[in-house]
T-cell receptor
């Protein structure tokens, strides 16, 4: 089944404790992206990757890191989480970033709470 | 900068009523426009898209037309069902040397039987 998977689905952690949220897709997609969803703000893009070894900042990159060493994986790293990073996080992928083939498939989400 | 504004919800309709969810955008150049739907407890799913002015996207009875003159991409459906209850997000994407996506705040739709 074609899908985007994220792990963990739920995570409660403490301020300052490094964590990684994994994202994997099995559709051979070039483009991958991370978003956070907060009430009243919709989704805001954190980082995106147009292909392996190519990543760039979205609108809210502060406090996050990403890497794209393999096509299928795009982990999100919080080196020192803070309470304002408590949110619902979504990973998404698209076959390509070119206009006619840009259609994002979303993972199920990771609900992160930082205390 | 680029932005997307959606009508505030929640929107509550009776089954078989006509639905309109307004979406306007601000962007330079020619963005692509999208509607996504999020059912409770799930990730977003692409509902429809349009990549150039006057294009009409359609899917599952939903339609939206890319209106460059009014910078709008309103979502419509002629007869809603209870199963359409969800949150709807309007979004734009634009190639600015990278390829970012901007989402609206979302509009929650409740459909009563």
């Amino acid at each position: 089944e074609a899908q985007v998977t994220q792990n963990p689905r739920y995570l409660i952690t403490v301020t300052g404790k490094k964590l990684t949220v994994t994202c994997s897709q099995n559709m051979n997609h070039e483009y991958m992206s991370w978003y956070r969803q907060d009430p009243g703000l919709g989704l805001r893009q954190i980082y995106y990757s147009m292909n392996v070894e190519v990543t760039d900042k979205g609108d809210v990159p502060e406090g996050y890191k990403v890497s794209r060493k393999e096509k299928r994986n795009f982990p999100l790293i919080l080196e020192s989480p803070s309470p304002n990073q408590t949110s619902l996080y979504f990973c998404a992928s698209s076959l390509s970033w070119e206009i006619n083939s840009y259609e994002q498939y979303f993972g199920p989400g990771t609900r992160l709470t930082v205390t | 900068g680029n932005s997307v504004t959606q009508m505030e919800g929640p929107v509550t309709l009776s089954e078989e009523a006509f639905l309109t969810i307004n979406c306007t955008y601000t962007a330079t150049g020619y963005p692509s426009l999208f509607w996504y739907v999020q059912y409770p407890g799930e990730g977003l799913q692409l509902l429809l898209k349009a990549t150039k002015a006057d294009d009409k996207g359609s899917n599952k009875g939903f339609e939206a037309t890319y209106r460059k003159e009014t910078t709008s991409f309103h979502l419509e459906k002629g007869s809603v069902q209870v199963s359409d209850s969800a949150v709807y997000f309007c979004a734009l994407s634009r190639d600015t040397g990278g390829f970012k996506t901007i989402f609206g705040a979302g509009t929650r739709l409740f459909v009563k039987a």
